[in-house]
């Protein structure tokens, strides 16, 4: 047996072991009916998989048909809880395969490890001078949000993260045989803890709900596993390079939307974004606390024993009679570094207070700092201080405000207000009436007066007055949190130069951007463009070469380090355009602005919107930054974490960590690569942009003529998904539609996406890439071996690819059939189901043509296990749904026990396929 057989073989012992404990519990619960129930129906949908009987397919379809309350909610709860052991069981795996690399002494790195990646440098003879560039520019920001579908209720994650402790417990070889009998007992009390917790939220979480999901996976996980990573970079650079003192800054940071997306969410206020801030401060605050409590313990170093610095021993005592009353100082005087920590931790407590407590997060990083460095002179010599340096570390990622809060609105909110404020001061009756160059011309004028324009507050509408009241707000975050707590202001739907300076405008009227009278600019905040839809990416380069050219904004630019943030949305293009012309756009948008750039001398970041889902974006960490232009990695990255994949991601620390790690390493050695690289041009041939040119014209045609050319998709969408069931889920304080409307292009992408997922026909993330393929190799001979030769060498097509054939795998299209026959007009159903059962053999056919594979995902054996595993259990799901949807409309007022039994399935099918919306 090979190692790579061993190691499937210990998860499919995992997942026997869970599922024979689901069994019994489905015993104990509802007799050998229930449990008889559920299996007949596992092994029916097995035997369909492996040999596809019509037959045996109907008898199922009627028997999945026949069931009736309660047993039908139990059968649903059965295969979703099955699914919930199988997401742990593949994430122990994970973990485990992970131990394995680090256990090996071969010198094999894993890959995407950062052992690997530095190793994978000195080979490419990459010098120390590049890599110390490299370092200074390297930027790896994750932004967290919560507006997708993270389903999954806080207690549930909790159980989730109990029974994998315990599964990893399982995993030594050195357990009594009483140890691993109470752990079998443990894992089967969190087992049936599982199946007898309510897995449904309620009610909709309100934003403070979302934002305290968000802190969760700063409090598990995110504070401890962050500076593991720089201190793991460090330590490879020092065994690869020991001939260089290094010092890694600080590269790997979070962010956050929760609490500061106001895009269309009207329960995102001035005073919740304060809340969010505070609750962020509190956390972090919390947390310091208790590393310090620790060091306390630790740090019994004694001036009777050892020799410490005088001049600490006297600022200790200063401190003391400055912040302590004489009951609180810590009694043993010899004790310096002791009685240095309570001061410290004295004035954490009244951070944010009073005076007494610290104004900025440097004054307690420069204490810490003071601690080490006194510490380091009678520590013994090649002997770190891994604590207190970490500590450290943890303070200048963290600060006081724990994660930069992005604030985000659409470009449509900003106008109307600015218009209001202008016809009040008489600079314009109707600023939302002039053509652009007139708007610009305005704005720029207001922007070089020092003077403000605001009258009282209180006489303009409701509307505008929230929208100063957010920059108001953003300026007194700066002074209570700090700079770092609010750096970025986003604007969805950004179409033109007059959108991006409004907001300038804005921030000039809340002190956050001034001239002063001497002409000096004095800026503290970043303003990005969102390039959302297919048009928008196009039109992108030429508006940045006009903001670039204006010396207003050059000025503030200057201010702001010569940096700009331009985000790219993957939600909308993909809506409009399809998948496959939606990737092209943004890499060629990507490319063309970063030239813009460069030709200005400008720093630029990307903010990548991905959602967690392949009709968004979706995927591995590393390979969203390897598919990118490699040239525009160099000057940061910024990726949108969505609330789908934190718990997946996030939840445990080990996984944590090598999300981070994969994520890292990919970036730290394509940018090191890439520097070097004389010519960065040369990452790529010509040829394969003219073809992806060319396919993703195919691709468009194709796409729009189904999606905007036939008159009844939007009726087929309508009834051949769970759209209208989505939602009463309860999973996000967000609307389904930014204008409470049913137009298409009012619909958000995330439920456009969730819907077609949970139907299985996955439409957004593969539909029209067939055609614009296959087109693309009639047009010449030689056109299929330039696909082979772009899939093998070049990571955005390979990526982009792989991509598909994951939406293939988890698409099925006998199972989208039933929700095409839950359509009223049959001859709607019929000719748009048959166009896109055609479109995805064709894509099916094109992928194994172009990878050389005989089955899809064959190049990934792992994933492609894990999804073959799943598919049957997500039959039954998709069975039990599409039979409550025909319930469903059938009765004018439903049952509280069938809506439930309709979320159920849509949370359980959720949980099957990984992703979701």
Do not use: C
């Amino acid at each position: 047996m090979t190692q790579t057989d061993n190691q499937s073989s210990l998860l499919r012992n995992d997942v026997k072991k869970l599922g024979t404990i689901l069994g019994k519990i489905l015993k104990h619960h509802g007799g050998d009916t229930l449990f008889n129930q559920v299996e007949d129906i596992r092994k029916s949908t097995i035997d369909l998989r492996q040999d596809f009987d019509q037959e045996a397919y109907n008898e199922l379809k009627q028997k999945i048909s026949g069931l009736k309350p309660p047993m039908r909610q139990h059968v649903i709860r059965a295969f979703s809880t099955y699914f919930n052991l199988v997401n742990i069981a593949e994430q122990n795996h994970r973990i485990r395969r992970r131990r394995q690399y680090q256990l090996k002494d071969d010198g094999v790195a894993q890959p995407f490890s950062i052992e690997g990646a530095v190793a994978s440098i000195k080979d490419n003879n990459i010098s120390t001078e590049v890599i110390e560039d490299v370092l200074q520019k390297l930027s790896l920001e994750l932004i967290i949000t919560a507006h997708p579908t993270e389903a999954t209720k806080r207690t549930v994650l909790e159980i989730q993260k109990r029974i994998s402790t315990i599964l990893q417990q399982l995993d030594s070889p050195v357990l009594t045989k009483r140890e691993r009998k109470n752990l079998d007992e443990s894992l089967f009390n969190e087992v049936t803890a599982l199946w007898q917790t309510d897995e449904l939220r309620h009610r909709k979480p309100t934003v403070m709900d979302e934002v305290r999901n968000g802190l969760y996976y700063f409090d598990q996980t995110l504070f401890e596993v962050l500076p593991d990573i720089h201190q793991e970079l460090e330590e490879q650079l020092e065994e690869h390079y020991p001939n260089t003192q290094w010092k890694v800054p600080n590269f790997l940071t979070f962010g956050s939307w929760i609490g500061g997306d106001r895009d269309g969410n009207p329960n995102v206020t001035p005073e919740i974004t304060w809340e969010t801030l505070t609750r962020q401060r509190e956390l972090v605050l919390k947390k310091y606390k208790k590393v310090i409590e620790e060091s306390m313990r630790r740090f019994s170093h004694s001036t009777t024993r050892t020799t410490i610095d005088e001049s600490l021993v006297l600022q200790v005592g200063k401190e003391e009679d400055t912040y302590m009353q004489p009951e609180e100082i810590w009694p043993v005087t010899s004790e310096v570094y002791r009685r240095k920590f309570a001061v410290i931790l004295k004035r954490l407590s009244e951070t944010g207070i009073s005076d007494a407590g610290y104004e900025h997060s440097e004054e307690l990083e420069a204490d810490l700092d003071t601690i080490k460095q006194s510490v380091e002179k009678h520590q013994p010599s090649h002997h770190r201080l891994k604590m207190i340096r970490k500590l450290i570390r943890q303070v200048q990622l963290f600060g006081f405000h724990l994660a930069s809060l992005d604030i985000r609105n659409h470009s449509g909110e900003h106008e109307p207000a600015l218009a209001e404020v202008l016809r009040a001061v008489h600079i314009t009756d109707d600023y939302a009436g002039l053509e652009e160059a007139e708007k610009t011309a305005v704005l720029e004028k207001v922007l070089n007066d020092p003077r403000p324009l605001l009258l009282s507050k209180d006489s303009y509408s409701k509307e505008t007055q929230e929208v100063l009241k957010v920059f108001t707000m953003i300026k007194q975050a700066h002074e209570e949190f700090g700079p770092r707590s609010i750096e970025v202001y986003l604007i969805s739907m950004a179409e033109s130069a007059s959108d991006i300076l409004e907001v300038l405008v804005l921030a000039k009227e809340a002190g956050i951007y001034a001239q002063l009278p001497d002409g000096t600019i004095r800026s503290g905040l970043h303003v990005a463009p969102l390039l959302e839809t297919i048009d928008d990416l196009v039109a992108g380069p030429a508006i940045m070469k006009q903001m670039f050219e204006m010396d207003v904004y050059r000025r503030h630019l200057e201010v702001r380090g010569n940096h700009q943030e331009v985000m790219l949305g993957y939600s909308d293009g993909s809506k409009d355009g399809g998948t496959m012309t939606a990737n092209w756009k943004l890499f060629k948008a990507q490319q063309e602005i970063h030239d813009v750039a460069k030709d200005y001398d400008i720093g630029l970041k990307f903010f990548h919107g991905r959602g967690g889902s392949l009709g968004r974006g979706g995927g591995p960490l590393n390979r969203s930054i390897l598919s990118q232009p490699a040239e525009t990695l160099g000057d940061g990255v910024k990726i949108t974490e969505q609330g789908e994949v934190l718990s997946s991601r996030y939840l445990l620390e080990d996984i944590a960590y090598r999300s981070l790690e994969q994520g890292a390493s990919a970036l730290l050695e394509s940018t090191a690569k890439t520097s070097q690289a004389a010519e960065r041009s040369n990452h790529r041939d010509s040829t394969w942009e003219d073809a992806m040119e060319r396919v993703s014209g195919h691709s468009l045609k194709k796409y729009q003529s189904l999606v905007f050319g036939d008159p009844d998709f939007l009726t087929y969408f309508n009834e051949a998904t769970p759209l209208n069931g989505l939602g009463a889920l309860n999973i996000g304080s967000r609307p389904m539609s930014r204008k409470n409307s049913n137009k298409f292009e009012d619909l958000r992408a995330i439920p456009w996406v969730f819907a077609w997922t949970q139907s299985r026909q996955l439409i957004p993330a593969w539909y029209a890439a067939g055609t614009g393929l296959h087109a693309f190799t009639e047009e010449n001979d030689g056109n299929l071996e330039l696909l082979k030769k772009m899939y093998q060498e070049w990571p955005f097509f390979q990526s982009t690819v792989n991509n598909l054939q994951m939406a293939l795998m988890k698409a099925d299209i006998n199972t989208a059939k039933e929700y095409a026959d839950l359509v009223n007009d049959k001859d709607i159903a019929d000719r748009i189901f048959n166009d896109i059962t055609e479109e995805y053999n064709k894509t099916r056919r094109i992928l194994l043509e172009i990878t050389g594979k005989e089955e899809l995902l064959d190049h990934t054996p792992n994933i492609q296990e894990s999804v073959w595993r799943r598919n049957p259990y997500v039959d039954p799901l998709n069975f039990l749904q599409v039979e409550l949807i025909k319930i469903m409309r059938e009765e004018d007022e439903q049952s509280e026990e069938l809506l439930t039994e309709m979320l159920l399935t849509i949370s359980g099918i959720a949980a099957g396929l990984r992703n979701t919306g």
